[in-house]
């Protein structure tokens, strides 16, 4: 199984500014994936982080919005942009290691003031 | 469109009961369905199912999945107030593709 970090934890931001998330896989897969989990809601997709090429937005994500980069195989990016109240959420990377497998980072919980 | 949904949204039990938890699912090029438990942020791996009527079991908790009728079911045994939790029913596409969750169930066990 794979072990995922991210970082930070927690932030709470000011309205407009902008929180870039990191996410960390203690081995090379293929497909990582971020999700936000609004309160009292269930996890939904943001995107799917391509390596070496953009991003796959789900319905209701732009990229202007939440840029992510995927550099390699064991690493991504989540920068949530222009904050509001509203992006207050915990945002979580998942990372697909192998058929049948994907697993959890322990999720960044932001709060925008 | 692919949709999970779960049932109940929310169910207050006391210690001791032994709970149902139910998840149906209608996905295109279906291959498994999984079980989390999400405590605080991160959602736990529960179970995982890929095969009509083999029953997964791991202590008090069991889970069976019905392909032909499209659902499956998650048992909590002898609840226990460490059981209270939001359990996140999930189902994967063929190939390495996000998965479709459902709402959750939010468990909640009073003593």
């Known amino acids: 199984s794979a072990v995922i970090s991210q970082k930070p934890s927690r932030d709470i931001c000011q309205r407009g500014t902008s929180l870039t998330i990191q996410c960390q896989v203690d081995?090379?897969?293929?497909?990582m994936f971020w999700y936000r989990q609004q309160p009292g809601q269930s996890l939904t997709l943001i995107a799917t982080?391509?390596?070496?090429?953009?991003?796959?937005?789900e319905s209701g994500f732009v990229i202007d919005k939440f840029p992510i980069s995927r550099p390699n195989l064991t690493f991504s990016t989540l920068t949530v942009s222009n904050l509001s109240p509203e992006d207050s959420s915990i945002y979580l990377c998942s990372a697909a290691g192998g058929p049948n497998e994907q697993f959890f980072g322990p999720g960044t919980r932001l709060t925008v003031l | 469109e692919d949709k999970v949904v779960q049932s109940p949204l929310s169910l207050v039990v006391h210690e001791g009961d032994t709970v149902t938890l139910n998840c149906s699912y209608e996905?295109?090029?279906?291959?498994?369905l999984l079980w989390y438990k999400q405590e605080k942020k991160a959602p736990t791996f529960l179970f995982m199912l890929t095969s009509s009527g083999i029953e997964k079991k791991s202590g008090r908790l069991s889970s069976i999945l019905d392909k032909k009728e499209l659902f499956s079911i998650l048992n909590i045994t002898a609840t226990q107030t460490g059981d209270s939790a939001i359990y996140l029913c999930?189902?994967?596409?063929?190939?390495?593709?996000?998965?479709?969750f459902g709402k959750g169930t939010r468990l909640s066990v009073i003593a």
């Open positions: 081995s090379q897969v293929t497909m």
């Open positions: 996905v295109t090029n279906f291959r498994s």
């Open positions: 982080a391509n390596q070496g090429s953009e991003a796959t937005y």
């Open positions: 999930a189902a994967e596409h063929s190939g390495n593709t996000p998965l479709v």
